[in-house]
Structures are given as structure tokens and as C-alpha cells.
């Protein structure tokens, strides 16, 4: 089962542009799924070589320190691999060795928090 929860409030005006994917997680990590967020985006990248996945959260424009996080597990793990912090650009990269296995996976800028769970299941 695939779950997504989205907390806090979204406020502004005007268009955002989306963050694009800023290759912090390393070379032959690929973006296999990301999620817009008020001020930027989570993406969530794979490495075929390593089984490792990538989380990583990316302001859409950098500028004063922000609250941020990107956190990943395991599905069913009780810790996550998180960054938060007060960021100018992006938090993470944040990585966990999945194959075969569900991760949990999000991210965070200022009040607003997105979470996926039992995602990207792998056989």
C-alpha cells in the first residue's frame, strides 16, 4: 500500500517554479521520483549499481537560511536517515541500501513536510 501525507500550510502568491535535481547525491544516482513542495522539491534518486536510494530536498530559490530536512528509511524501521537544519539551498543528500525492500521517504521546507510510505518496493 502507497500512503502520502503532506502537513502544514501553504501560503503565497504568484507561480513556483519547481526545483530541478541538483546531483549532490553522487554519479550514477538517477531520479526515479520526486514530490513539489511550498518553495521546492523532494527528489528521490537510485544508484542500480550500489541498491543504495538518495533523498534529497531542493529549495526552489536559494537565499536566507530555511528549516529544511530530506529523511529516509527502511519501511518499518523506527529511525531515519534525516538533515534538518537551517539550509540556504537544499538539505540531504540522505541515502539508505534498500534492494528489495519499501522505503519511507520525504522532506521539508519551513512549516511544510511531505512524507511517502512503503514506496518503491523493489523484488
Do not use: K, Q
Not at 513539489?36 to 534529497?56: E, K, Q
Not at 540556504?88 to 540522505?94: E, F, K, L, S
Not at 521546507?109 to 523493489?122: A, F, L, Q
Amino acid at each position: 500500500m502507497l500512503g502520502s501525507v503532506v502537513l502544514g500550510l501553504f501560503a503565497g502568491t504568484g507561480s513556483a517554479s519547481a526545483a530541478g535535481y541538483n546531483g549532490v547525491c553522487g554519479s550514477g544516482y538517477s531520479v526515479i521520483d520526486h514530490h513539489d513542495i511550498a518553495g521546492g522539491t523532494v527528489f528521490l534518486t537510485y544508484s542500480s549499481s550500489t541498491g543504495n536510494n538518495c533523498v534529497v530536498t531542493v529549495r526552489n530559490t536559494p537565499g536566507t537560511a530555511i528549516y529544511m530536512d530530506a529523511f529516509i528509511r527502511l519501511s518499518g524501521s523506527l529511525v531515519w536517515n534525516d538533515d534538518p537544519g537551517y539550509w540556504t539551498t537544499y538539505a540531504g543528500p540522505r541515502y539508505v541500501h534498500a534492494p528489495g525492500r519499501c522505503i519511507d521517504w520525504g522532506g521539508s521546507i519551513g512549516s511544510v513536510t511531505w512524507i511517502e510510505y512503503n514506496s518503491h518496493c523493489r523484488s
